[in-house]
């Protein structure tokens, strides 16, 4: 099986670039990046009661550009794929925004198991990719779940204005 292949161990997959850091000024880092993000917080910045309950301040800068519900496939390497398409022209401006002020870049993913068994798979050739931008990779693994149950969904992937 490659890693581009649909993977049936995976029910739902999707992936994060994220810049963070208390210094990160969102709007700034996408007139830099000459790309939309997804979702994006300054430090400080009031989120509104969402999913937890209660209001919150956002912690530090947060910008991010998510594959979730834009990419429909079981295959984590076909969505890292799809980010690193869109990141690779700005990788100078990543650069320079992750090596001044503490900025920290990376790539989060999230991994809900259909089965209990098997893992995504990254190529070397995309791991390389990630490493020029300067980024770690994370992956959160959920599930199996039950028919019954709902999975999670999580907190450090979702839209920070709706936790």
């Known amino acids: 099986?490659?890693?581009?292949?649909?993977?049936?161990?995976?029910?739902?997959?999707?992936?994060?670039?994220?810049?963070?850091?208390?210094?990160?000024?969102?709007?700034?880092?996408?007139?830099?990046?000459?790309?939309?993000?997804?979702?994006?917080?300054?430090?400080?910045?009031?989120?509104?009661?969402?999913?937890?309950?209660?209001?919150?301040?956002?912690?530090?800068?947060?910008?991010?550009?998510?594959?979730?519900?834009?990419?429909?496939?079981?295959?984590l390497e076909r969505h890292l794929l799809y980010l690193l398409d869109a990141l690779e022209p700005s990788t100078a401006a990543i650069h320079a925004l992750s090596d001044s002020d503490d900025i920290k870049a990376d790539f989060f993913c999230y991994w809900l198991s259909a089965t209990g068994n098997g893992g995504p798979e990254v190529s070397p050739e995309t791991l390389g990719?990630?490493?020029?931008?300067?980024?770690?990779?994370?992956i959160d693994f959920y599930g199996p779940y039950d028919d019954d149950a709902e999975p999670a969904q999580p907190a450090s992937t979702a839209d920070p204005e709706q936790d």
């Open 1 to 75: 099986m490659s890693s581009l292949d649909e993977n049936p161990n995976c029910e739902k997959t999707f992936a994060s670039f994220r810049l963070l850091g208390d210094k990160l000024d969102p709007d700034a880092a996408t007139l830099v990046l000459t790309l939309e993000p997804t979702h994006a917080l300054a430090k400080g910045q009031s989120i509104p009661a969402g999913r937890i309950g209660k209001a919150r301040v956002q912690p530090t800068g947060y910008w991010s550009l998510s594959t979730a519900d834009v990419v429909a496939s079981t295959s």
């Open 129 to 138: 990719r990630i490493a020029s931008l300067g980024a770690s990779l994370g």
